[in-house]
């Protein structure tokens, strides 16, 4: 059964440009959104989305917390917020969501999808890996960098496969061409460790991707992470591909002059997702009893830097 009642936590970029292809689509969508601003935005304009995928919605129905969501009995949850805010909203999300509902972390970062099971279950979490760049062009527009679709979606535990295979259904006829992964472990740790290269060299100088590794002291230093993150990976029996180290120094060559989000969460006095970044290339060296001296250092030091804010 498709679900028609969804979710979407977190009217960021990310969750803004699919809970506009939802709503466009057809679907009951009702946002969860803490910042009043940009509630306000989607209560009065609805969403628009310009750059690579060019959208616009009617007003949006938005709620400012998850409990509010009880309201709503939602069929299908997407969460898409940083991965540091997952504890406190799967809790409240324990408190009313339905066992026939699913759940998707539509996120970044590397175990997002067990944080959530830890809470709600393994047999209703879904994990998707999103190959679409977007940023904020403002308090009421999102701005999508590039577009390469598909999307993926995997069930946590096998005998699920249905529940990826409806969301991708969903996503797919809302204008998000999505498919159902058989190995999404694999390519989320892939976007994992090319998020890890750089993304906290950006936060701790200031730079944007382009000048990060451009500039010849912090390229040497992004190499060492991927290096490291790429032992770690295949010592936890993480598939790469033979040539994954080439593949990655030519994806993060072809960077645009944007800044990454971790940046952008310590300019605006936030907490990162490194913990979910370079802090799991980290924890998972230490299972497999390999050293990540640069990866722990760059972790470190934002780690400093969220203290101080």
Partial sequence: MI????AVIGAGPVGSVLGAHLQNAGHS?????????RRETLSRDGVKVSGEIRLETG????VPSVD???NY???LVFIAVKANALPLICDALAAFLSESATVVSWQNGIDTEQVIAETLGRTRVLRAVINHGVVMGGADEVIVTFDKPPHYVQELNPGQELRAVTVAQVLSAAGMPTQRADDLISMVWRKGILNAALNALCALTGMNMREAWNDPYSQRLAKEILKQAITVA??????LGWNYYHEALTYIGE???HKPSMLLDLESGKRSEIDFINGKIVEYGDIAGLPTPHNRSVFWLVKAMERAL
């Fill in 3 to 6: 679900p028609q009642r969804i």
């Fill in 29 to 37: 969508v009702v946002y969860c959104e803490v910042g009043r601003g």
């Fill in 59 to 62: 007003p949006a129905t938005v």
């Fill in 68 to 70: 509010a969501l009880s």
């Fill in 73 to 75: 009995d939602p069929e």
């Fill in 234 to 239: 295949r010592a936890n029996e993480i598939k």
């Fill in 255 to 257: 960077g645009k002059e």
